[in-house]
DNA sequence: CCAGACGTTGTT
DNA sequence: GTCTGG
DNA sequence: CCAGACGTTGTT
DNA sequence: GTCTGG
């Protein structure tokens, strides 16, 4: 087993799960959907978000009160981290969220949304990789369980980080991979948001999408390269 | 007490 | 094979 | 997650 | 910061 110290966050044995996805939504329905008020940043299509990038993610302003978008580094780093790592996870399993020291803090008193319209998934094909496209059926936005943190350097530099929660698979994504985002229901927003909802109940909320809910389809390699982050990223597989 | 780790998924 | 970059 | 680099000295 | 291992 290699090193884990925090300096040092390389991944020996493989990669994390929910890894890749997509975020293509008008600005008003994002504002309609959750629930944002005033001014929002111009919300570029991004049909191919990856590790290490910056995403869009929704939380509560100081006031605790109104909801609004930020922007963070997805890669969690932790604050009592002594250096930011290259590859800080991605993911934070819901099952020990409580246990497991990166994560315990940011789950009980950071916690955000993720909004997206999609997750991929990858299918080992001999040795090709066929990725998939998951989405609510009819399409629409979805929110994935999302912490985050704030990193300070030793010069006082700030690094906002974050990861997405996962849970086990549904019946729809379980042939691919075993886990999957936690995707929060509409009704579910303000609970995960509120600082003072009871850990019991946040659980609660962490728990695998229905498969009916949700579709699947076969798109092309144009996703798997990072450089490609435009509407071919779901052109249909030949 | 101090030192050192602190993670995920996937593959074997 | 392993690590970095996106 | 996948793609792509993976090295040196010396020259532009 | 907090926990585990020695």
Redesign the pocket.
């Known amino acids: 087993m290699?090193?884990?110290?925090?300096t040092n966050?390389?991944?020996?044995?493989?990669?994390?799960?929910?890894?890749?996805y997509q975020f293509v939504a008008d600005q008003k329905d994002v504002a309609d959907h959750f629930g944002l008020v005033g001014d929002l940043p111009a919300l570029q299509p991004r049909y191919n978000v990856?590790?290490?990038?910056v995403v869009v993610v929704v939380g509560l302003k100081p006031d605790g009160q109104q909801r609004g978008l930020a922007l963070l580094r997805w890669g969690l780093i932790p604050r009592?981290?002594?250096e930011p790592g290259?590859?800080p996870?991605?993911?934070?399993?819901a099952e020990?969220l409580l246990?497991?020291?990166?994560?315990r803090d940011s789950f009980k008193q950071r916690r955000c949304l993720v909004p997206a319209t999609g997750f991929y998934?990858?299918e080992?094909v001999g040795r090709r990789?066929a990725?998939h496209h998951f989405r609510l059926a009819g399409g629409g936005l979805m929110a994935f369980a999302g912490l985050w943190d704030v990193w300070a350097g030793p010069d006082g530099a700030k690094l906002a980080t974050c990861c997405v929660v996962?849970v086990p698979a549904n019946r729809l994504v379980e042939p691919?991979?075993?886990?999957m985002p936690a995707v929060l229901a509409r009704e579910d927003f303000a609970a995960w948001l509120d600082p003072t909802t009871p850990v019991c109940d946040l659980q609660a909320l962490l728990r695998p999408y229905p498969a009916e809910g949700m579709e699947a389809l076969v798109v092309g390699?144009a996703v798997?390269?990072?450089?490609n982050d435009g509407p071919e990223c779901l052109a249909p597989a030949a």
């Open positions: 290699a090193s884990l110290d925090p966050w390389q991944n020996p044995l493989g990669q994390a799960m929910c890894g890749r990856a590790p290490t990038q009592w981290a002594k290259k590859h996870p991605i993911n934070a399993r020990t246990e497991k020291p990166t994560f998934e990858w080992k990789k990725p996962t691919l991979h075993d886990r390699p798997n390269n990072v450089r």
